[in-house]
């Protein structure tokens, strides 16, 4: 859930460890050289992860019940 | 027990290194003081509220607002000045367009449209308050400068107490106890401090989360702040303003502060527009009917005249580019990113906004104008604060004269021996326990069972109602759950030991609720209390003090700082 780790493209730097706003990864290198998402339903989605990876590595894969409500912006007009 | 890996000393220990912990950081250094530290939960590059950004920066400027008091005015008649303290308003007003310089002088975009503008968060034809800015890189910059100043950081340790002495019957603090949660395996860090100033941000996760309540990290503002004020409680420092709940309103389900980015008008289904402000998208205002009719996301929904939606259609293409631009600005890429995903366009779909669960959002710690507490040496800053004000630039003002404050302090005060503290030692072994312990509930059993108790007992209105038979029944079903916490919690490394750490914080918080909540015989704002259906006009001047004293919580009003 939330933060995904591209195992090919993924460095093992270990950036999104350290400045993960809700610590959830844990990155233990002698063990993987990828970080671990350890508590993913912690995840704030705030992005510092993705935004930060400097091999562009990580994406956000947003849990379903987050669903963004929306409505095509016609139908607000055409019923006015 | 849970080894000790080091005993620092500071002249400053900073506690959060969010906006308002790294102004005072870099204040205090810049004031003389030479052991600054920062303790910091995650780290301080991307950590709290503003971790990704945040775009507006409220403030004065002469050339534009003329006089100081109109915006004051304006601020304090709003509904968030409410609950503040004017005199600590005006100063941060006065101060706030020098701030924007030193941000700016940092490399902090203060001008992301060439010149300082006003927008949003605005009533057409008024003064507009909020500057627009450019703060995605707003954390970086301010480790850096603190960096530069010398102040140690120590990302990965957050606080979990105080320590506080006592001398002629007055309160004064003398360190921290931190936790090393760098490694799985937890350590402890003493700070002995002359001086500590408290910036953990504001505080989520006491109420079942609104959007997804089986999902309590999908919040507006950030959910690793939780519970911070219960630091400065425990040590016998004021709250005020507990018991107004802050309520934030945004996209659903997928929660996030930032809806003054949005550059859209609120309307009905049918195409009316919600409020009376504005009839088409307006990139200078914005719509403010969410910000001063605040309930009306649900309002809408239990009269069964809603949704609601945030309808940026009208808009035109640059202006729809400028505010996708802003969203990066304002820490938003997340919902920009799953949007794109999503094939999901402003410009065509238009998105149903709500009101989230009650926050402690400038809500908790009573401070002076100096951002001292009444714990001498104690001092705090931001969201955490109950009488100055939340967002971004209230936090930078606390923080920068707080900081300054407690350089001049502690320049005349030793440091006290904390290792032998029995109040510290008992801290210490109650944390040592929930590690030592083979099975137990964990921290989010407790949690979820405090967000319970406080979404039934302690409800934010207007549909919800408190009252005195409810307070008091929640009051008594918080000291079950307390001793169950106590007594069988279980953690089984440092990162669930630090969650354990804030629902202890969480249910200190939650005390501090129910008796506040209790004293206010009126009902004000979201406060709704059956047994007093009417806003007492003698209260608008005073504010409601809430305090622990030799274990007893003390509740007083006083009146406001003018
Ligand atoms: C998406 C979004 C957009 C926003 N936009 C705006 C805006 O445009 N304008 C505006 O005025 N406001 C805005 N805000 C609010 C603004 O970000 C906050 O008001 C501001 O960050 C508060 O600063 P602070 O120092 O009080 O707390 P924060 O910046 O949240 O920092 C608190 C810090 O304390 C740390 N911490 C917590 N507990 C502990 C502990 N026990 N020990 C050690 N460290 C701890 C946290 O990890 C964090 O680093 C926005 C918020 C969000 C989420």
Redesign the pocket.
């Known amino acids: 859930m939330p933060p995904v780790i591209d195992r090919e493209k993924c460095v093992g730097c270990g950036t999104c460890a350290d400045i993960c706003n809700s610590h959830i990864f844990l990155h233990e290198p002698d063990k993987d050289r990828v970080p671990r998402v350890r508590f993913p339903d912690e995840c704030w989605h705030c992005d510092s992860c993705v935004l930060d990876c400097p091999a562009g590595a990580v994406r956000l894969r947003i849990p379903l019940p987050f669903m963004m409500l929306h409505v095509a912006s016609e139908s607000l007009r055409r019923q006015s | 027990m849970i080894p000790v890996k080091a005993v620092l000393e500071a002249d400053l220990a900073v506690?959060?290194?969010?906006?308002?912990?790294l102004m005072a950081a870099i204040s205090a250094a810049e004031a003389g003081a030479e052991k600054v530290i920062v303790?910091?939960?995650?780290h301080?590059r991307r950590?709290?509220?503003?971790a990704t950004g945040?775009?507006?920066?409220?403030c004065f400027l002469p050339e534009y607002h003329k006089t100081l008091d109109s915006i004051l005015q304006q601020t304090l008649n709003s509904p968030i000045g409410m609950t503040r303290d004017p005199v600590i308003l005006r100063q941060s007003l006065e101060k706030s367009f020098e701030l924007v310089r030193m941000w700016e002088e940092w490399g902090i975009n203060m001008r992301p449209t060439g010149k300082y503008e006003f927008m949003g968060h605005a009533f057409p034809g008024r003064l507009r308050p909020s500057l627009k800015y450019d703060g995605r890189n707003q954390k970086a910059v301010l480790m850096t400068q603190a960096k530069k100043r010398g102040v140690r950081i120590f990302n990965h340790h957050?606080?979990l107490d105080l320590c506080v002495a006592e001398e002629d019957g007055a309160r004064r603090v003398t360190g921290v106890l931190a936790l090393d949660m760098s490694v799985p395996e937890p350590a402890f860090v003493l700070v002995r401090a002359k001086t500590v100033l408290l910036?953990?941000?504001l505080t989520h996760r006491m109420y079942l989360t609104g959007p997804t309540p089986a999902y309590m990290f999908n919040t507006?503002?950030?959910p690793?702040?939780a519970g911070?004020q219960a630091l400065a409680w425990r040590a016998g420092a004021r709250l005020v303003n507990m018991e107004i709940p802050y309520v934030h309103a945004g996209p659903k389900y997928f929660a996030?502060?930032?809806k003054a980015t949005w550059i859209g008008v609120y309307r009905y289904p049918d195409g009316r527009p919600v409020g009376p402000f504005i009839t088409r998208p307006d990139v200078v205002y914005g719509d403010i009917t969410g910000d001063v009719w605040n309930s009306a996301f649900t309002d809408v929904l239990l009269d069964g005249s809603g949704p609601v939606y945030q309808d940026c259609s009208g808009a035109s293409s640059e202006e729809l580019a400028f505010m996708r631009g802003a969203m990066f600005s304002?820490?938003?890429s997340a919902m920009v990113h799953y949007m794109d995903e999503h094939e999901l366009d402003p410009g065509k779909h238009a998105f149903e906004f709500m009101q989230y669960e009650p926050t402690f959002h400038g809500r908790g710690v009573e401070v002076k104008p100096d951002a001292e507490t009444s714990v001498s040496g104690l001092f705090a800053?931001?969201?955490?604060v109950g009488n100055g004000g939340?967002?971004?630039?209230p936090?930078a003002y606390l923080g920068w004269t707080g900081g300054e404050h407690a350089a001049k302090k502690a320049a005349v005060l030793s440091f006290t021996n904390i290792e032998d503290d029995p109040a510290l030692k008992e801290r210490m072994e109650l944390f040592s326990s929930f590690l030592k312990r083979e099975e137990g509930p964990d921290w989010k059993e407790a949690n979820f069972a405090l967000q319970q108790i406080m979404s039934d007992y302690a409800p934010a209105g207007p549909h919800r109602v408190r009252s005195a038979t409810l307070l008091r029944a929640g009051m008594e079903y918080l000291e079950q759950l307390r001793a169950e916490a106590f007594s069988h919690l279980r953690a089984g490394c440092s990162h669930t030991l630090m969650r354990t750490g804030e629902v202890l914080d969480l249910l200190d918080c939650a005390r501090a609720v129910l008796h506040a909540a209790l004293a206010r015989e009126e009902s004000r704002a979201g406060h709704r209390r059956s047994d007093f259906r009417f806003t007492n006009p003698l209260l608008n001047s005073r504010q409601l003090n809430v305090w622990l004293e030799g274990g007893e919580v003390k509740t007083g009003f006083r009146d406001k700082w003018m």
Not at chain 2, 39 to 42: F, S, T
């Open positions: 506690v959060g290194g969010g906006i308002g912990g303790l910091e939960k995650a301080v950590s709290g509220s503003g945040n775009d507006h920066f409220r957050p606080a910036a953990t941000g507006s503002h950030c690793n702040c911070g996030r502060a930032g304002e820490g938003l800053a931001g969201d955490m939340a967002g971004i630039s936090a």
